[in-house]
């Protein structure tokens, strides 16, 4: 699909219109949808600093020259100190169409890690999915040919950071069985780990690392990630939110990144690791 505008003429009407914006609204949905004063508002600000930080990550970039297909699932709005729409754009993975039926070119963004992150500070919900690819690629965790590690496999076990008090029990299960097993295995390999360890917060380190070095999306999902979200569960839940600001190592972000992207709300949680994640995908 052909540009409609020189690149410039975008970049000249995003300066002017936020250079005039006062007020920035996260629409529900993206094209094709209800009109935007229809929309369900799923955050707002007229907070300078933060309308500086966002106008920072949501206009930096080089245009694709082209439109994403799908329509988008939010739509950022920006409206001047009366109250009047100035123009919006629909977000997409790793991109803004601003103005789309205008300019017809998605800005493919420099930095969407950020401006994600951004938009998690602002309450909205749901960026742990959107950017869930990115974090999968940025530490190889793309399944290959095998999707549940096998029963026996020693050397599965420790690629998958598997504390060593649990081999007794996984060594005897592959990946998927491990995802099946029943309540009081759980309770049992629960015990093992409170036997090995005492202290809740390397407990929940531990399995984090775990969690965050499973392939994806078969074990991650259905195998031995079900146990690890089921062996986290056991733990006093303030324990795992007091870790999350101190976590460093790439394994255990991932694990945490994950408990988000299985929650309701993934804020909080990526509040807290929003500037270690920054650093581990920038």
Same mark, same amino acid.
């Given at each position: 699909m052909r540009l409609s505008k020189d690149p410039e003429v975008v970049r000249s009407w995003l300066g002017e219109v936020w250079s005039r914006a006062r007020r920035l609204?996260?629409?529900?949905?993206?094209?094709? *949808?209800?009109?935007?004063s229809e929309r369900e508002i799923l955050a707002e600000t007229d907070d300078r600093e933060v309308l500086d930080q966002l106008r920072r990550w949501a206009t930096a970039g080089d245009f694709a020259g082209?439109?994403?297909?799908?329509?988008?699932?939010?739509?950022?709005?920006?409206?001047?100190? *009366?109250g009047e729409l100035l123009g919006s754009?629909?977000?997409?993975?790793?991109?803004?169409?601003?103005?789309?039926?205008?300019?017809?070119?998605d800005l493919i963004l @420099?930095?969407?890690v950020s401006l994600q992150l951004s938009l998690a500070g602002m309450g909205v919900i749901? @960026?742990?999915?959107?950017?869930?690819?990115?974090m999968i690629s940025a530490l190889s965790l793309d399944e290959g040919e095998i999707q549940f590690r096998p029963a026996g496999d020693i050397d599965a076990l420790v690629a998958h950071r598997v504390p060593r008090a649990l081999f007794v029990e996984l060594i005897r299960m592959s990946g998927d069985e491990a995802g099946n097993?029943?309540?009081?295995?759980?309770?049992?390999?629960? @015990?093992l780990l409170r036997?090995?360890?005492?202290?809740?917060?390397?407990?929940?380190?531990?399995l984090l690392?775990?969690?965050?070095?499973?392939?994806?999306?078969a074990e991650a999902v259905a195998g031995e990630g079900q146990l690890v979200r089921n062996l986290l569960a056991e733990l006093d839940p303030q324990v795992v939110v007091n870790v999350l600001p101190r976590l460093d190592d790439p394994q255990e972000l991932m694990g945490a990144f994950v408990l988000a992207a299985f929650a309701t709300d993934d804020t909080s949680t990526l509040k807290a690791i929003g500037p270690a994640l920054n650093s581990l995908l920038s």
């Open positions: 609204a996260v629409l529900r949905g993206g094209e094709g *949808e209800a009109p935007l082209d439109m994403c297909r799908c329509p988008g699932d939010m739509t950022l709005a920006l409206y001047d100190a *009366e754009g629909s977000v997409h993975s790793g991109r803004i169409s601003w103005e789309r039926d205008r300019f017809r070119d @420099s930095d969407a749901g @960026s742990s999915k959107r950017l869930l690819g990115q097993a029943d309540r009081a295995s759980i309770r049992r390999m629960f @015990s036997q090995a360890e005492n202290d809740s917060t390397k407990i929940a380190r531990s690392a775990w969690l965050g070095s499973l392939t994806w999306p």
